[in-house]
């Protein structure tokens, strides 16, 4: 029989938390102690998110962003300073880099993976260092007067699966250019067989509710960088260096604390994440086997070099030429929901109006913003409900690809 429409009309919901009496324990007892603002679990919390992936530090935020701000703070990039980063990302990886007055120097990603391209990166690097003339193709139409040196790398580890560090690491490394690894996808990933957010200076991790675990709001960054962790530190409250009190503020800060009840509520799905990883690589492993009998459609890749997909969301890739926005809308009309990841960051309103991309300008990432689609993916999601939206694909790919 099939499962009754909810209030949104879907008969699957995009995406779920995992949570159990646990966790509503935990955030429960919170309330009942003196602490509300960043306190005892903050502090536990940030340690185990380090522990869990072998970092030295870990510095506890209120949102992934937050997280990635800090870092380009602490890499010490500034007005016009260029640094290169995917136009194949969620939008806050690149508008991190606006927020300090830096610009984004988009470069293609891989087609399998979708991935910053480390050809497109080495080029870009030694294009961007010889300065004059070969400059020039990197930089955006618009917005690049105040352009600036060659000031870091931001590296995204697309839907839970790790870019390709081996290569990436040396091309930064050789240039000295500080590297950021925005993981906010990929906790519980492995490179081969290194932890995701564990690659260049920092990584971060964000705990949004779709995200693999959740804080409800909220994110780590995790480093090796004593300096690194102490700048975040201040930043995160208000510019307080170590040794300022509560109204001292040596650096011009944020307000980017996590609280205790978020934290109390990641702590306990810290604990569960390997179960929650489980579940999640088993809905999509059933997903892959449905999906290798619907014309029409592909199953995500996984490259040779990903030790552990972490899966973040479940994205299929569909046939050229057929139209994503109808595709979408039959699912709708049958009651499964869907999203389109990404929209290429360079396409958004704001980065066209301000730099002049246009279309054409990154055609790997456009081809797969214009195919992929991501399906209703959970660690709650259950057999039948996979089995469901399958079902319905099927017949909407059908039904479009006949005609
Ligand atoms: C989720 C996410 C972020 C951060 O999200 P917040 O909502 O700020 O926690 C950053 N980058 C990518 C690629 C993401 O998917």
């Known amino acids: 029989m099939a499962p009754d429409r909810n209030r949104e009309g879907n008969r699957v919901p995009m995406s779920r ?59 010490g990039i500034a007005d016009g300073d260029l640094v290169i980063t995917s136009p194949f990302s969620f939008v806050a990886s690149a508008n ?76 930064a490394q050789a240039a000295d250019l500080p590297l950021i690894e925005d993981s906010c996808e990929a906790i519980g990933a492995r490179y081969r067989d290194q932890p995701a957010g564990t690659f260049g200076d920092a990584g971060v991790f964000a705990f949004y509710p779709n995200k693999q675990m959740t804080t409800a709001e909220g994110g780590v960054i995790v480093t090796d960088r004593e300096d690194w962790a102490e700048t975040a530190r201040a930043l995160r409250n208000q510019g307080r260096a170590p040794g300022d009190t509560w109204l001292d503020h040596s650096l011009l800060g944020y307000n980017y604390r996590l609280n205790e009840m978020n934290a109390a509520l990641g702590r306990v799905q810290l604990t569960r994440i390997d179960e929650l990883l489980a579940r999640r690589e088993a809905v999509a492993a059933h997903y892959g086997q449905l999906l ?10 996984l490259l040779e070099t990903t030790g552990r997909m972490s899966w973040f969301v479940y994205v299929i890739r569909l046939d050229p030429g057929l139209e994503r926005r109808r595709v979408a809308e039959a699912l709708a009309q049958a009651g499964v929901p869907t999203r389109p990841y990404f929209q290429p960051i360079h396409l958004q309103r704001y980065f066209v109006e301000r730099f002049g991309f246009q279309p054409g300008d990154f055609p790997v990432a456009e081809d797969l913003g214009r195919r992929s689609l991501a399906l209703p993916f959970s660690s709650v999601m259950t057999k039948e409900e996979v089995e469901l939206v399958v079902e319905a694909l099927d017949r909407v790919l059908q039904r479009i690809g006949a005609g």
């Open 96 to 171: 991190v880099l606006l927020y300090e007055r830096a610009l984004p120097i988009f470069v293609d990603v891989d087609p399998a993976s979708g991935n910053i391209d480390p050809q497109a990166v080495a080029e870009a690097i030694d294009d961007l260092l010889q300065g004059a003339e070969a400059r020039a193709r990197w930089l955006p139409r618009r917005g690049a007067e105040r352009a600036g040196d060659l000031k870091g790398v931001l590296t995204v580890d697309v839907f839970g699966q790790p870019a390709d560090y081996r290569r990436l690491e040396p091309l």
């Open 17 to 75: 938390p995992a949570l159990s009496e646990e966790e509503v324990a935990a955030v429960s007892r919170v309330l009942r102690t003196p602490y509300l603002a960043m306190g005892p679990e903050v502090k536990a919390f940030e340690a185990e998110v380090a522990d869990y992936v072998g970092a030295q530090h870990g510095v506890a935020v209120n949102s992934g962003t937050a997280g990635l701000h800090l870092c380009v703070r602490a890499a």
């Open 292 to 301: 290798a009998q619907v014309p029409g459609a592909s199953a995500p890749v």
